[in-house]
């Protein structure tokens, strides 16, 4: 199992999170399936850039991202050099710290 930290979000998880995920799940489906309902308006099929993250940890052990995810990351709010979109980021066997952009594309959130 993976350890992921997802840190304090103001309106998804305001305490943070901690939760343990099994390898080879997407980053988008842990969250969700843990109680953190990260936007992921195209249902997961890597036409938006709703479910950007960035990894603070643990980027590395992920498979790199396909050219689809790095045209789309392009338009994500907030982008950094460890960003991923959740949909597309599979979980691998070292543990992420993520943190989740207090913007999206679809709408500002204050």
Not at 56 to 75: C, H, M, Q, T, V
Request: glycine share 4%; proline share 5%.
């Amino acid at each position: 199992m993976t350890q992921i930290i997802v840190l304090p979000h103001v309106e998804l998880c305001p305490k943070g999170k901690v939760f343990n995920a099994e390898p080879g799940v997407s980053i988008c489906d842990a969250l969700l399936q843990n109680g953190v309902e990260i936007e992921h308006a195209c249902e997961k099929s890597a036409a938006c850039t709703t479910c950007h993250v960035i990894l603070r940890e643990g980027f590395n052990s992920l498979k790199p991202a396909e050219e689809i995810e790095e045209d789309l990351l392009d338009k994500a709010w907030g982008l950094e050099s460890t960003s991923r979109l959740s949909c597309q980021a599979v979980v691998a066997d070292k543990d992420l710290v993520i943190e989740i952009p207090k913007y999206s594309i679809n709408m500002v959130k204050e």
